[in-house]
C-alpha cells in the first residue's frame, strides 16, 4: 500500500537561507529537528509547518532527530526573526532544543517527558541571613513581575538573588543568573555551589563541548535547575523557567553584535511575560532606560560601611600627582587600582606633519600599538603588520603616539616606582577562565600591588583590599558620539570607583578636566539618572523614543553610496519616521568594504518595525534598539 507523504515547510538553523519545503511519510510536528539534504550534504533543520503539497519538486527528510523546540521556543524565536531583522533559522539557532521526538501528534515526546529521571528537590545549605534593609528591598520585588533593584555597590545584591533561587527550587522551578561574559568568576560560581551545590551550572561560551553535554546532561535529568552564564544561558533548555535575574543589567555585552542582533536583557523581559517567570534587573548604575521603565527597589547602603574620599586632579597622563599616589600606597603595603580606558600601548599611530593616523589598509580606522608582541593591529579586521616609524601618507619619521594604555602603563609605573608587583587586567592579558582565576588568587592573595586594567575591572569582580584606585581617560569617553555618553562616562567612575573601599576607607583620584561634569553624582547616580531622564525626555531618546541603525556595505564606494540613498528615498515615505542622519559609517571601511548607515528616530515602535520591514532587503543589515555607533 503506497505511503502517504506529508509536506513541511522548515528553516535550517543557524542559517540565513530562505525556508525549503521537504517531504515525509510521516506526521511532524512544528519544532521537530530533522536532517535534510542541501546540495551534497545534511543540514539540520526544523519543522515549521505542515503545507500543501508544492507545484515543484522536493526532496526527503533525511532523518527525524531527537529533540525538539518547545511551542514557547518557537514563538521566541519568530518575535526574535522579526524585530531583531534576521531569519528564523538564525534566531531559532541561538535556543538549545529539547531532548526528545516530536512525532505521531507529540506522542513520543510525551513519553520521552516521562521517561525523564525525576531528582529530588536540590537541598540548599545555610541561607545567607539577610539585613533589616535586604529583607524590605527582597519583601518588595517578591511581588514584582520584573522590577529592577538599583543597589550600590557591596549592598549584597547577591544575597538576595540566592534566597529568591532557593525559593525557586523549593516551588519546583528553575532560574536563569545572567552576568556580563567578563563578569562570569570563579568566585560567582563558588559562592552559588556553597548553596546549592550540583545544582548549580556555569554556562558560557568557551565551556569544552564535553562540559556542555555533561550540563545539558543534567538539566534533561532534572539535576541541574540554575544555570549562571553570558547571555547564551538565556536560552539554555531548563523546565519550569521561575525566575531571570540579569546582573549587572546596565552593561552593553548584553547586546549582541552580529544577527541576530537581541538584547538579551530585553529578551528576558519578553520570554519571562511569555512563560510566566520573574525577572530581576539588577545594577549600582543602572542604565537610564531600566530606570524609567521598571519599578525601581533601593538599596543604598553598602553592606559594610567605609569611607572614600574623591579628588579630582589635571593632566591626561600618568601625571607626578598620580604616580606619587601609587607609590605612597604601595610603600603602606594597600593595594591600588588604575583604570585606563584602552589596552596595548596606545590606541593610535599619528603623524604630527600632516596630521594623520596610520590606519589599517582595509579599515578606516587608526592600528593599534601593541609593543609587547611588537606589532600594530586593527582591533577590527585583526589585520596585523611590523611597527612602522613613518608616515605613510607625507614620508614624515617619527610618528608619534596618542592615548595612554595598559602597557605603557604599566611600564612607566614599574621604571617610577621599582619593585611594585602589577597585575595587567585586560582582554591581551585576560584570555582564559583559567588566567582570570590565577590572576584573582594572586590579588586576593596580596601578591599584587597594583592593578591596570580597562573597563574588565568594572565588571563585578571582588577586590576587598583595594584602598587607591586611578581613573583615567573618562573624558574620552564624555567626548563620544553617542546620545548615552554621559551615563557611560558617570556610570564607569562610579563602577571603578566602587572596586575600592569594599572593606576598608579608600581615596579615587579622578582625572578629568571637567569634574563638574562628575561631582554632582559622586554620591548620587539616582540623581543623574532623573537629570539624564528628563534631557532624553525632551530631546526625545530612548526609552522616550526608538531608535534603528541601518548599514549597507560594498567593495565599491560609489555603489554603497547608491544603495543608501535608494534606502533613503524609500524611508521618506514613513511620516512618522524620523530620518535623523545618514551618510558615510563612522568606520568607513571595513575589511575592504565601504560603508553608509541611516539612523532613524520613531516615537512608537510600531511604525519605526513598519518602515524597517518596507525596506529590509539583501544587503542591508537592520540593528533594532543599537547601542553602538561607532
Known sequence: MEQSLYFYETALLRSGAPELTYHDHRVL????????????????????????????????????????????????????????????GEALGLFLPHRGRMEDGRRKMEISQSDTPQSPKPKTQNLPVLSEAQRRAYDALRDKESALLFGVTGSGKTELYITRMAEMLEQGKSAVLLMPEIALTPQMEKRLKRYFGDAVALWHSRLRKKKKEEILDGIHEGRVRIVAGARSALFVPLKDLGLVIVDEEHDDSYKAMTRPRYHARDLALYLGRKVGAQVWLASATPSVTSFVKHPVIRLTEPYVRTRKEYRFVSGDTLTTPILRALEENYRRGEQSLLFVPTRANFKYLWCEECGRTHQCPYCSVGMSLHRRRRHLRCHHCNYTEP????????????????????????????????????????????????????????????????????????????????????????????????????????????????????????????????????????????????????????????????????????????????????????????????????????????????????????????????????????????????????
Open 29 to 88: 510536528e512544528p519544532g521537530q529537528i530533522l536532517l535534510v539534504p542541501v546540495k551534497n550534504t545534511l543540514k539540520r533543520a526544523v519543522v515549521l509547518r505542515q503545507t500543501e503539497k508544492p507545484d515543484f519538486e522536493t526532496a526527503a527528510v533525511s532523518e527525524v532527530g531527537d529533540e525538539h523546540y518547545t511551542p514557547e521556543q518557537m514563538g521566541a524565536a519568530r518575535f526574535i526573526a522579526g524585530y531583531y531583522f534576521s531569519s528564523i
Open 387 to 630: 611597527i612602522r616609524d613613518t608616515c605613510t601618507h607625507c614620508g614624515h619619521s617619527p610618528l608619534k603616539s596618542d592615548r595612554l594604555g595598559t602597557q605603557e602603563a604599566i611600564e612607566i609605573i614599574q621604571e617610577a616606582i621599582p619593585g611594585i608587583r602589577i597585575e595587567q587586567f585586560d582582554k591581551d592579558a585576560i584570555t582564559t577562565p583559567g588566567k582570570l582565576e590565577k590572576a584573582l588568587k594572586r590579588i586576593e592573595k596580596g601578591e599584587s600591588d597594583l592593578i591596570v586594567g580597562t573597563q574588565m575591572l568594572a565588571k563585578g569582580h571582588d577586590y576587598p583590599n583595594i584602598t587607591l584606585s586611578v581613573i583615567t581617560g573618562l573624558d574620552y569617553l564624555l567626548g563620544m558620539g553617542d546620545y548615552r555618553a554621559r551615563e557611560r562616562a558617570v556610570a564607569l567612575l562610579l563602577q571603578i570607583a566602587g572596586r575600592s573601599g569594599r572593606s576598608k576607607d579608600a581615596k579615587i583620584l579622578i582625572q578629568t578636566a571637567r569634574p563638574d561634569d562628575y561631582l554632582p553624582y559622586l554620591d548620587s547616580y539616582e540623581s543623574f539618572l532623573k537629570e539624564e531622564a528628563e534631557f532624553r525626555r525632551q530631546g526625545l531618546y530612548p526609552p522616550f523614543a526608538h531608535l534603528a541603525r541601518l548599514l549597507v556595505a560594498h567593495k565599491e564606494t560609489e555603489k554603497a553610496a547608491a544603495k543608501s540613498s535608494r534606502l533613503v528615498e524609500r524611508l521618506r515615505a514613513h511620516a512618522e519616521v524620523e530620518i535623523v542622519g545618514h551618510g558615510p559609517a563612522p568606520i568607513e571601511r571595513l575589511a575592504g568594504k565601504y560603508r553608509y548607515t541611516v539612523l532613524l528616530r520613531s516615537a512608537k515602535r510600531k511604525p519605526l518595525l513598519a518602515a524597517l520591514h518596507a525596506v529590509n532587503e539583501r544587503g542591508v543589515e537592520i540593528d533594532m534598539d543599537p547601542v553602538d555607533f561607532a
